[in-house]
């Protein structure tokens, strides 16, 4: 079993930064890849960014290119969500999860899940 608990979320004016933290519980955080996924209201959960176990390999929605580089301190159980360039359109729940393949980066394709940070930009 695998607790992830985010934080770092708040209200933030468009084109402004966060950084969002997971930390997760345990001592087999290096074998989950993790990713971040967001929930907008009214909208389905999507895929924002995932990482693999050892950091080597990072993916990324279409919807954020270049600008939500993910990473991870696999000493500390963190992993980071650095968004930058804040849109309105950025506004949504984001939670991390983790999986223990790397293979399926899809909702159903995570075994584990935070209760997700809640991100609002405003114009």
């Known amino acids: 079993q695998v607790q992830l608990v985010e934080s770092g979320g708040g209200l933030v004016q468009a084109g402004g930064s966060l950084r969002l933290s997971c930390v997760a519980s345990?001592?087999?955080?290096?074998?989950?890849?993790m990713g971040w996924f967001r929930q907008a209201p009214g909208k389905e959960r999507e895929f924002v960014s995932g990482?693999?176990?050892?950091?080597?390999?990072?993916y990324y929605s279409h919807s954020v290119p270049g600008r939500f580089p993910i990473s991870r301190d696999n000493a500390k159980n963190t992993v980071y969500l650095e968004m930058n360039s804040l849109k309105v359109e950025d506004t949504a729940v984001y939670s991390c999860a983790a999986a223990r393949s790397d293979s399926n980066w899809s909702v159903g394709g995570m075994d584990y899940w935070g209760k997700g940070a809640l991100v609002t930009v405003s114009s």
């Open positions: 345990g001592r087999t955080f290096d074998t989950y890849a």
């Open positions: 990482i693999t176990q050892s950091g080597r390999n990072t």
